[in-house]
Each structure stands twice: as structure tokens, then as C-alpha cells.
């Protein structure tokens, strides 16, 4: 498991680089979410050893109960929320995680609003769009992104810094890149969270500032 994590680890570093340079972009400003949701403290462990600091997982639960161990005893550590959050989990998400990037309806907006004010504690937040207008999927969908923007700075008063889209598993993601990167630009975000294991040179090609990539650190999830 170690071999193989770090194996993969140094595989998705060296295609980074790759990517970033036929991008001519800096990969300083691409950061890599190694996602660790299925995988134990002892899948992590050797990951953390290897340099990489900012991890993703999509539940609360599971990520409440294996990180705040690991947390502990790596200063430097980002949690990044990369699943879908429902509202009455606000509070130990604000709690445990640096990043949101699944803001995506008017009741999250307001708990999170609740508990940042509360805790003190300001994780950096992405609004996720349905770019694909996939009816199983969250996210807001492309056409109603930017009130849904300017709904969360006047209403709730949340600093929004980027982006999040999951293209749909049966198309090619560029263009779903792009369309994400559009709402972006024309809503002045910097941030992007796009690109997976299959298709994350893809995303930074098209300006992508935070990866997700799983399996191609970790290998298959079981
Ligand atoms: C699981 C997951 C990923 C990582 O997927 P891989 O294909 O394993 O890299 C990225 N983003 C989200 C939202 C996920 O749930």
C-alpha cells in the first residue's frame, strides 16, 4: 500500500509539472487535492510522509473520524469538503475543514454563514456548478450561477473564492472546464476546482487552481 501510494503520488506530480509547463503556467499555482475518502490513516500515513498536504474527502462522518488523529500530528494539514453537504452537518464541517467546494443552495449558505460567524473560522469556500445540468447531481446550474453568487455575498455575506464543477462521466470535460471557467471570469473568482484522476492535465490546461485526484494516488476504491 505504501509503495503503491507513493508510487502514484510521484506519477501525478511528475504529469503536473508536465501539464503546467506545456500550459506555461507556475505549478505552485496548481494545488493538488489528494482525495483520500474509503482510505485508512494507514493509506494516508505514507502520503503525508511523502510532502503532500492538502487532502479531500466527501463526507463528513467518515473525515471526522479519521483525520482529527493525523491532523494532530502533521501541523500544516488542509481538509478539503469535496462531497455534497447537507445543511445540518454546517457546523462540524466549519469546524474540520480549511475548504468547502460544494456550496451549492441558499440553506447551506445561511448554516455556513451561521458557524463562520460563530466559530471564528473562515474555510476557503467554492460554489459548485452542475455544468452538465445532470438532474442526480448538486450544484447549481450554469444559468442560474451568477445570482446564486451575488445571492451569497449580499444575503449571506460568504467570501466566495472559486469554482467547483464534476463533468458528467460521459462526455468530454473540456468543454464543462471552460464553461466553468467562464462563470468565473465574469463573476471576478480566481479559483478553480476541476480536474480528477482521468482528466486533470486537462483542467490545469484550462486553468484549473485545485485538483482532486484519488485513485491515481491512492489506487481503486473498493
Ligand atoms: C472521489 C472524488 C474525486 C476523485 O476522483 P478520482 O477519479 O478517484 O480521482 C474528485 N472529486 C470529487 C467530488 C470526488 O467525489
Redo the contacts with the bound molecule.
Sequence with gaps: MSTQTTTGLAAVRQEIERACREAARNPATVTL?A?S?TFDAAAIEPVIAAGQRAF?E?RVQEAAAKWPALLARTPGIELHM??PLQSNKAKEAVALFHAI??VDRPSLCEALAKEIEKQGRRPLLFVEINTGAEAQKAGVLPQDADAFLARCREAYGLPIGGL?C?PPADEAPAPHFALTAKIAARNGLKLLSMG???D?AIAIAMGATHI???????GT?T
Design positions: 487535492v482525495v475518502k479531500g466527501n469535496i462531497g467546494h460544494s467547483m464534476i480528477m484522476s482521468a486533470f482532486r485526484v484519488g485513485s491515481a494516488i491512492f476504491r
